[in-house]
């Protein structure tokens, strides 16, 4: 089993409609990271949360919200999604106490389209 | 700040010829580097990555990147490129916050003619 999901894969939804994104992992790492993918423009990061208490924004966070539920849970939200927040979305955890020297782990990636 | 350059945002190569992806970063502190390979559909696989032990580092699928410091460069290289290389490479930086995240470049897309 994949250790970083992300549901849905795929979504197709309409201007104005509120959307979540879910990303769960099975690493035990307190770290996890929302990204959003466009062409050109590489990984830019949309919020971060070092553990549950802790939520913090990126460099794009207008337009979205989050939640950790628990260690384990991190969900995005668009309250009102609009047709340029039409990309690929991707779910990361990174835990440095374990030695890992800062790298990432990513989930599958969400992609959606805002119509 | 950190941030990171990857000259080519597609680069083609034909099978069994050399792969070179570039990328050039700036950062205030020793840098932590990555490449990360993406296929489609699928998310970000950690390549390989620099963590100033040896400036020469081996990945996987036959992949190695060197550091060089006077030159601000992190290139990725493989010597004969096969079709399965085919993806999206992302070269990454740690970022000199109190976080220690990663900052990543604008990707390039490796193709792979027969």
């Known amino acids: 089993d994949a250790d970083v999901t992300q549901t849905p894969r795929n979504r197709i939804t309409k201007t104005g409609k509120r959307i979540m994104l879910e990303c769960s992992q099975t690493k035990g790492h307190d770290r996890m990271y929302w990204y959003r993918q466009d062409p050109g423009l590489g990984l830019r990061l949309i919020y971060y949360?070092?553990?549950?208490?802790?939520?913090n924004k990126g460099e794009i966070s207008d337009g979205y919200s989050v939640s950790r539920q628990a260690q384990a849970k991190f969900s995005l939200s668009l309250e009102s999604a609009i047709p340029n927040q039409t990309a690929l979305y991707f779910c990361a955890t990174s835990d440095p106490n374990r030695g890992s020297s800062y790298e990432q782990y990513f989930g599958p990636g969400t992609r959606l389209t805002v119509t | 700040a950190q941030s990171v350059t990857q000259l080519g945002s597609h680069v083609s190569v034909s099978e069994g010829a050399l792969v070179l992806l570039r990328c050039n970063y700036s950062s205030s502190v020793p840098p932590y580097l990555f490449w990360y390979v993406q296929y489609p559909n699928q998310g970000l696989q950690l390549l390989l990555k620099y963590t100033s032990a040896a400036t020469l580092v081996k990945g996987i699928n036959g992949f190695e990147a060197e550091f060089k410091k006077s030159e601000t460069s992190f290139h990725l290289t493989k010597p004969s490129a096969h079709m399965s290389d085919a993806a999206e490479y992302f070269c990454a930086v740690r970022m000199n916050n109190a976080g220690n995240m990663l900052t990543f470049g604008g990707g390039t897309r490796l193709m792979v003619k027969p």
């Open positions: 949360s070092f553990d549950v208490k802790d939520i």
